[in-house]
T-cell receptor, first 109, second 117 residues
Framework: GQNIDQPTEMTATEGAIVQINCTYQTSGFNGLFWYQQHAGEAPTFLSY??LDGLEEKGRFSSFLSRSKGYSYLLLKELQMKDSASYLCAVRDSNYQLIWGAGTKLIIKP | ETGVTQTPRHLVMGMTNKKSLKCEQH?????MYWYKQSAKKPLELMFVYNFKEQTENNSVPSRFSPECPNSSHLFLHLHTLQPEDSALYLC????????????????FGPGTRLTVL
């Protein structure tokens, strides 16, 4: 079966750095997405990786290793507004998105 | 502001009621999606429409009935639901590809929080 694993919950301190990991086992691979979802709101697109390596967008970076079936989202200079759930999703060989259950990130002052 | 709107934002209904959820996208996209989001579970894809044609129906019970009258509007008609259908129902859209599955980034609406009593 297809599976996306990410930690259920993480806690970090304002101003610090946090890394949220995502491992996947899917039938084929056509890209990996990270979304942010604040409580009661829509998931919003953060990043897309299809080739190995690091993609940087301001305070957020996303890394992919296709050979290891692994990605991480790196958040720097954490702010209170970064408290949210972070969803990892992989597009399989049929171009369907397979979703993880999300990681709830709690930022403490 | 994601360009995808959903109404109503909250809905409480009995098991014998009939109601409809509405989604509208203002992004000029050609593919639209319905997802179910339950607490601490992955998003579950329910239906996909690509250029107004239904391309996916992931074994969804017949008490959920989608309708896509044009590429900007998507409805989910609900009847005789069960308490376990209580969840957040999310609509999404993406640019879409003619003649095949969408491979593009999906943009989500804020969802309808549904409670079935």
């Amino acid at each position: 079966g297809q599976n996306i694993d990410q930690p259920t919950e993480m806690t970090a301190t304002e101003g610090a750095i946090v890394q949220i990991n995502c491992t996947y086992q899917t039938s084929g691979f056509n890209g990996l997405f990270w979304y942010q979802q604040h409580a009661g709101e829509a998931p919003t697109f953060l990043s897309y990786n299809v080739l190995d390596g690091l993609e940087e967008k301001g305070r957020f970076s996303s890394f992919l290793s296709r050979s290891k079936g692994y990605s991480y989202l790196l958040l720097k200079e954490l702010q209170m507004k970064d408290s949210a759930s972070y969803l990892c999703a992989v597009r399989d060989s049929n171009y369907q998105l397979i979703w993880g259950a999300g990681t709830k990130l709690i930022i403490k002052p | 502001e994601t360009g995808v709107t959903q109404t109503p934002r909250h809905l409480v209904m009995g098991m014998t009621n009939k109601k409809s959820l509405k989604c509208e996208q203002h992004l000029g996209h050609n593919a639209m999606y319905w997802y179910k989001q339950s607490a601490k579970k992955p998003l579950e894809l329910m239906f996909v429409y690509n250029f107004k044609e239904q391309t996916e129906n992931n074994s969804v019970p017949s008490r959920f009935s989608p309708e896509c009258p044009n590429s900007s509007h998507l409805f989910l008609h609900l009847h005789t639901l069960q308490p376990e259908d209580s969840a957040l129902y999310l609509c999404a859209s993406s640019p879409g590809l003619a003649g095949g599955p969408s491979t593009d980034t999906q943009y989500f609406g804020p969802g309808t929080r549904l409670t079935v009593l």
